[in-house]
């Protein structure tokens, strides 16, 4: 049995309530990340609060997130806190009470129901606020965290919780009906940001009904929904955009669907502006066909009219070469669509500084007129000498490769613009 000393139980919890008192309550000011991180544990610790009061921790909450609503950043700091607080009180103390957990090593915990559970014996407002932290998880945490939300709300489902059934079927509730539903004569929309799927039906192929899905979507991630999400489209036309190695999805296809309607261009670059977030990707992509949101919209537009190429370039900044290989393919695409000359070479440039490989080999030739060797050697004169040795690589498969072509150039003029380039890889330069 657990000694608690109950003169410090009792001064901590006197400092507890001044803190609610005088800092959350008399004051309207930001209150620090760390005191956050102590009170969302300490609401939650069965050894100072034997009763939980889970009206008042929620309330808590809501009051800590109002107060430090205006800084996005330590918003999120904040919440955090209480979401790693509530995950550990559900998961050490709630799920332990009905579940026998079981954990491998390496694997994730399975959870067994124990036999003879009253389901009218749970707590109902301990179940309120597990399924609170189960949506809380979903919704507000990295996308990898997702599935252990979702595992919550099953379990919880499996405790009786109608809640939580309810919210796999319709999604959290978190957001307003009119913005999860959508329906007129021409389509159908239905999101729900527990599995982040957004359901649409197509009944009438026209711009004017993919213009009203793209808004739509941009409704929805503008309230905060998953930028991980997923389309799963029902619709009479099956566009794919022209590139090699793009999962075949419902998503990839909504979006070379409305990449057919040139008017709706300027709605597709700002979804995709929007859309656009680094360790984001579709949810219905993965492994080498992973891609980040926005991808479709940003490659059809790109090979479209060179009047997208800073949305390519922006998009290249943001993407994560480690973990998405989709642009090698577009790279190549772009350079077959466009060619190579000091307009499109910049951009150009920067897709292949993302492309960890590719079949650029042919293409290496477009690169070498006096002209595109100039452009390129000021593209690389700010790079560090590992920076110009991966564009090297990409283009000539390397240092050695382009120091042979460089003795076999003919031209004087060009043979400087070759040995230039090959400067810009010293380390001591």
């Known amino acids: 049995m657990d000694y608690v000393n109950e003169i410090k139980r009792a001064e901590l919890l006197g400092r507890i309530d001044h803190y609610i008192l005088n800092k959350l309550e008399a004051k309207d000011f930001p209150t620090d990340p760390l ?46 806190k209480f979401i790693h607080a509530f995950r550990d009180w559900t998961q050490t103390e709630f799920l332990p009470l009905y579940f026998d957990c079981t954990k491998e090593k390496w694997g994730l915990p399975t959870y067994t129901k124990k036999d003879g559970i009253d389901l009218a014996g749970i707590d109902p407002l301990q179940m309120e606020l597990a399924l609170h932290t189960a949506i809380m998880i979903i919704k507000y945490e990295p996308n990898y965290s997702r599935n252990t939300g979702i595992e919550m ?37 239905r999101a729900n940001d527990i599995f982040s799927t957004i359901t649409i039906h197509i009944k009438d192929e026209c711009a004017d009904s993919y213009a009203r899905v793209i808004d739509f979507i941009c409704n929805l991630l503008n309230k905060g929904f998953s930028k991980s999400y ?27 669907n409305a990449l057919q309607y040139s008017e709706l261009f300027p709605k597709l670059e700002a979804y995709a502006r929007l859309a656009m977030a680094e360790h984001e990707w579709y949810d219905d992509t993965e492994g080498e066909k992973n ?12 090979l479209t009219d060179t009047q997208y190429f800073p949305l390519v370039e922006t ?35 920067a897709c292949l500084m993302m492309c960890n490989e590719g079949k650029f080999a042919k293409e290496r030739a477009r690169f070498e007129s006096a002209q595109n060797l100039q452009v390129l050697l000021s593209y690389m004169e700010p790079f560090d000498s590992y920076e110009a040795e991966h ?11 382009l120091e042979s072509r460089a003795r076999k150039e003919k031209c004087e003029d060009e043979q400087h613009l070759f040995k230039a380039i090959l400067a810009l890889m010293d380390e001591n330069k």
């Open 35 to 80: 005191e956050t991180f102590f009170i969302s544990n300490h609401l939650v610790d069965s050894g100072l609060f034997p009763t939980m009061d889970v009206k008042e921790i929620l309330r808590i909450y809501d009051r800590v997130m109002v107060l430090n609503k205006k800084n996005k950043d330590k918003l999120y700091e904040h919440r955090a």
């Open 153 to 189: 709300l099953e379990l919880l489902k499996e405790l009786g919780s109608a809640k939580a059934e309810r919210a796999m079927k319709d999604g959290s509730g978190t957001f307003d009906p009119a913005d999860v539903g959508y329906k007129d004569e021409r389509l159908e929309c």
């Open 230 to 256: 997923q389309i799963k489209l029902k619709s009479k036309s099956k566009q794919l955009l022209p590139i090699p190695g793009l999962d075949k999805s419902q998503t990839h296809r909504f979006f070379a």
């Open 391 to 401: 564009l090297v690589y990409l283009i000539w498969g390397g240092k050695k490769n």
């Open 291 to 302: 891609c980040m949101p926005g991808t479709y919209a940003v490659f059809g537009l790109g």
């Open 315 to 349: 998009y290249m900044n943001l993407i994560d070469q480690e973990h998405q290989y989709v642009q090698q393919s577009f790279t190549l695409a772009l350079i077959q669509h466009y060619g190579i000359d000091p307009t499109t070479l910049p951009t150009i440039a």
